[in-house]
């Protein structure tokens, strides 16, 4: 084992951690949107996203996304113990990165996209029903879509190309959490007589908090996806801050001629969509691109939190499908218009644009028709919603037994 070995495992291991993180700022994030009467649910359903992702992951997940392909589908190998197994994709690291770590920095991904669907469905949401959801996100929906695009699957060899996940994490968790929101229901009072009632967040500081700390972990996200320690590496770190940045700046001050106040929860998710759009070209658009990227998904942030809200009456108390839906779709568009070798602002590739396209459709359709059907069929059989008194008087008393502040 050479230096490059040691360092690029202690890397992306360091970038693991990173991502790990994240999980900590979707729950700050999502119970500071919610409210007090639902905190313990909202933290516990993010804390288990993660245990049951890493386990389900191993035993069923990690084969699905990168075990032997059948027919650019999924894969079929490396189930239940995938570190013994013979992968292809173990000889593809070509001995520069441990198998070890390069599993835990997967696990971390795919934790991420299952958690991104609590923030849509929270406050209603049967708790039991939602480890189903995650168990089924972790071992099927999100392993396939990693497959198509990073697994040696039939996008990746058509020359689809999403380097950080604005498709393959983002678009995933953004999708499964409109299925789920849809199927759920909005929440009681967030609708009269087809008007949006405005229902406030208990703690803004602690969604704050939740913002700053989920961009800490985009360092891990963005350049930890180079899986080595690099001069790509070091080059994601600044596009990725000069988008976050530029994404909260427009944001503040769209909203603020908008809605003539400066708003610190939009001006927060401006800059979290940003950092999700920017994650497939990341390492390809110049600075000049990862700031349009920012600049436009600060501006489309609000208008599709305000079109899921007013127009289509899905009710999603963190924002979540307009973070990382709408801006999941703009990040593999966006890198197809500005990637430097291959994007069509650059004199290249109308055709790498519509295979974009094509993978912005494909990913859409699997995940909406495969999640509806997921929480269809939970619906029919155990459920998937509280009850109104349950709801009223909160998940934290009825699901839980205990109170996030005790008075």
Not at 178 to 196: C, D, E, H, T, W
Not at 228 to 250: N, P
Not at 305 to 334: C, Q, R, W, Y
Request: proline residues 3%; aromatic residues 14%; charged residues 10%.
């Amino acid at each position: 084992m050479g230096n490059n070995y040691l360092f690029n495992s202690l890397f992306v291991l360091l970038a693991s951690v990173l991502v790990f993180m994240m999980q900590m700022g979707f729950a700050c994030c999502e119970s500071g949107f919610s409210r007090a009467k639902n905190a313990c649910n909202i933290w516990l359903k993010n804390f288990c996203d993660f245990c049951v992702g890493a386990f389900v992951y191993y035993l069923i997940g990690f084969g699905i996304m990168y075990g032997d392909d059948f027919h650019g589908l999924f894969g079929t190998t490396g189930f239940i113990n995938p570190l013994a197994q013979n992968l292809s994709v173990w000889k593809g690291l070509g001995g520069s990165l441990s198998p070890q770590i390069y599993l835990l920095f997967q696990t971390m991904f795919c934790a991420t996209a299952a958690t991104i669907i609590s923030g849509a469905v929270a406050e209603r949401f049967k708790f039991s029903s939602y480890l189903i959801v995650s168990t089924i996100m972790s071992g099927i929906i999100y392993p396939v879509i990693g497959h198509w695009v990073w697994g040696g699957g039939w996008l990746s060899s058509l020359g689809f190309s999403d380097f950080a996940g604005s498709g393959a994490v983002h678009m995933v968790g953004g999708f499964a959490a409109l299925a789920g929101a849809f199927m759920v229901g909005p929440r009681i009072g967030k609708y009269i007589n087809g008007k949006s009632q405005v229902i406030p967040g208990h703690n803004i500081p602690m969604a704050m908090l939740g913002g700053f700390i989920l961009w800490v972990g985009w360092y891990g996200f963005n350049p930890g996806s180079e899986l080595a320690f690099d001069e790509v590496t070091l080059y994601t770190t600044i596009t990725t801050t000069f988008a976050g940045s530029t994404g909260g700046l427009s944001a503040l001050f769209f909203t603020w001629i908008r809605y003539k106040k400066p708003d610190p929860t939009l001006a927060l998710n401006g800059a979290l969509g940003a950092l999700v759009a920017v994650c497939t070209g990341v390492a390809e658009i110049s600075l000049l691109g990862a700031t349009a990227i920012g600049i436009i998904s600060g501006i489309m942030l609000p208008l599709s939190v305000e079109f899921v809200d007013k127009v289509l009456h899905i009710d999603d108390p963190a924002g979540a499908i307009s973070l990382h839906g709408t801006n999941g779709i703009l990040g593999v568009i966006e890198g197809g218009l500005l990637s430097t070798s291959k994007g069509l602002f650059y004199g290249f590739g109308i055709h790498h644009l519509l295979l974009q396209l094509l993978g912005v459709i494909s990913i859409g359709a699997f995940v909406l028709l495969s999640t509806f059907l997921m929480f269809y069929i939970l619906k029919r059989t155990v459920g998937i919603r509280v009850s109104n008194d349950e709801e009223i008087d909160g998940l934290d008393k009825h699901e839980h037994a205990m109170l996030a502040y005790v008075m």
